[in-house]
């Protein structure tokens, strides 16, 4: 009965003003806005009772309680940060909209995984049996160029830090940190593009970055850089990437005999490192939590622990890329040898 009697409104007021339907004023006539008002909104005595003006103000309310649980959303957020933090005491979680949230974990004495970085699947105790006095003898033009670029390179490395090994190994871990990472990267695109496996060198290439991309998080806990020396590291590392990019695209095994020499060198400068903590020169501080955690290392490790075990890192990233420089040598892909994945 209420659409009816709304659809015969809407029907003389069309027919008395159809020459001015487009106007101001059929717009603002009572007539068409009850109308409309009975045909959006079924006819209610309550709403008769406290509205009895059919025109523009019914038709503004309308429209603003459509609104009111928009206006209400920011305090349901508001609640749902609040029930967040009060899940996580007093540090604040962040909610996502997919309900993604890791699982919770623990060391082995039952106490709360601290890291977000590395899990506990990611740790391990460093060998220490390794030989640090290996060195590969050049044998050919590319091996004594890969040689002499190292050797130059720690010409300026040298005069800027001299015995600070604390900010040299800081920035030696942000020039490390790249190769593996490029490796793996061109690595990844060849198996896409030639639907080829890699057997397992994309994997312990980006294992080698990230190993050395904690050896700096470790060093940051330590030494904390200044304004110039972060400046350094951007230029550096800018230059770096895209160089060796080029290198390693141009001549894979030049990239690994460069990287082999380089870690050869960090291990030289650790040494030293490690010479000058002997001595008293470098105070032999606590070691941080984030490498007793990462190493396995006992809770009352020092720096000269956590320099001892970079320093055995360094030589395994020398054989690894020493030996993937051979099997180049050697006329043969990557992909052809068995990648030494997990070997730290």
Not at 229 to 234: M, P, T
Not at 334 to 342: D, I, K
């Amino acid at each position: 009965m209420n659409r009816l009697l709304a659809n015969s409104v809407l029907r003389r007021c069309v027919i008395n003003s159809g020459r001015n339907i487009a106007g101001e004023k059929t717009l603002q006539s009572p007539e068409f806005a009850a109308a409309v008002v009975f045909t959006l909104r079924p006819f209610d005595q309550a709403v008769m009772a406290t509205d009895q003006d059919f025109g523009n103000f019914q038709w503004r309310r309308m429209i603003s309680s459509a609104a009111e649980p928009a206006a209400k959303a920011p305090s349901v957020k508001q609640a749902d940060s609040e029930a967040a933090k009060k899940e996580g005491g007093d540090q604040d979680v962040v909610s996502s909209y997919w309900g993604i949230s890791r699982s919770k974990i623990t060391k082995d004495d039952g106490t709360e995984w601290p890291w977000n970085c590395f899990m506990p699947w990611d740790t391990y105790e460093s060998n220490l049996s390794i030989d640090l006095s290996k060195h590969h003898v050049p044998k050919n033009f590319v091996d004594k160029f890969a040689l002499r670029t190292v050797k130059l390179l720690r010409i300026p490395t040298d005069v800027f830090f001299r015995r600070r090994y604390g900010c040299r190994a800081m920035m030696l871990e942000t020039v490390a940190a790249v190769p593996g990472m490029v490796g793996g990267m061109l690595l990844h695109l060849r198996s896409l593009r030639k639907f080829q496996q890699s057997g397992g060198w994309i994997k312990a290439l980006l294992e080698e970055a990230e190993n050395e991309r904690m050896h700096l998080m470790t060093m940051v806990e330590l030494v904390k850089p200044k304004w110039y020396e972060r400046l350094l590291v951007l230029t550096v590392q800018g230059v770096f990437f895209n160089a060796f990019f080029v290198i390693y695209i141009s001549s894979p095994k030049l990239a690994h005999r460069i990287v082999g020499y380089l870690e050869e060198e960090a291990v030289h400068s650790y040494t030293e490192f490690l010479k000058d903590i002997e001595s008293g020169a470098i105070e032999n501080v606590p070691a941080p939590a984030i490498a007793i955690d990462y190493w396995r290392l006992p809770k009352d490790s020092t720096l000269k622990d956590v320099i001892t075990v970079i320093r055995a890192d360094e030589a395994h990233h020398r054989d690894v890329n020493h030996f993937a420089s051979d099997i180049h040598f050697q006329g043969k892909e990557l992909r052809e040898a068995p990648a030494p994945v997990g070997y730290h």
